[in-house]
């Protein structure tokens, strides 16, 4: 009898080791991060990605996107900076996840979010934008999304989708943000401030619309769970309104 209470003992000890090891492998699985690229989950099903430029006037800038996965798909907001990072990006999808890129959004049309779109188009991968994000890339001699739309967007994911919305000009003409409904997540882009940030780049932007924007945005999901800017880490609704802020015109 104690003979079969000591190996009872050491087989319940062995299953909590393997389940733990198992933890700490999905957890290790769910995080990565090399000198071009940071991945971070952020649900179960959303994770951040944040690559990097280099400018004279800010150093080295983290620029984030987004990843949704579902069904073993993903779509993907914002491209990482430059075309060898979006492979990088690509290839721990496909090998972490498992999952397949069935498509990525421009969310305007400045090179910290479509720098590294020539990868996705090279692949064949779906490639989304605003017309006017398209117009605006042309102009600048830019890789282009070669799937336009006007103002609202609904891009599938297995039995689900997200919503895209242009509600206003403000760091760009053109920019959009991403609403994951099953998730409560919203991808604000550079059109969103992280808490404590300064006004920034202002070159594309229309400052006095720029409050109106976002005021409009949270009218239309006061209740957010996770709020992703362009720059910065994650919050809540808090940054919607450090941003309305920020940018009121007194």
Known sequence: MLLFKHIKFLLASLLILV???????????????????????????????????????????????????HNNEALIFDTPTTDSVSIELI???EKELECNVIGVLATHFHNDCLGGLKAFNDKGIKSYGNNLTIQ??????????????????????????????????????????VYVATENVLFGGCLIKKIDASKGYLGDANVDEWSN?????????????????????????DLLDYTIKLFSIE
């Not at 991945?39 to 150093?59: A, C």
């Not at 984030?64 to 996965?69: A, K, L, Q, T, V």
């Open 136 to 177: 605006l890339a042309e102009t600048d001699s830019l890789e282009v999304p070669l799937l336009g739309f006007d103002n609202e967007f609904v891009i599938p994911i297995g039995d689900d989708y997200v919503n895209v919305t242009h509600f206003g000009e403000g760091h760009t003409k053109d920019n959009v943000v």
């Open 91 to 93: 290839n721990w999808i």
């Open 213 to 237: 924007t976002v005021t409009k945005i949270k009218a239309e999901y006061p209740n957010l769970k996770w709020v992703v800017p362009g720059h910065g880490k994650p919050g809540n609704t």
């Open 19 to 69: 389940l733990f090891s198992c933890k700490e492998d999905a957890e290790s699985a769910a995080n990565y991060e090399t000198s071009n690229l940071k991945i971070e989950e952020l649900t179960d099903n959303v994770f951040v990605h944040t690559s990097y430029l280099f400018l004279p006037e800010y150093g080295k800038v983290g620029c984030n996107g987004m990843i949704y996965i």
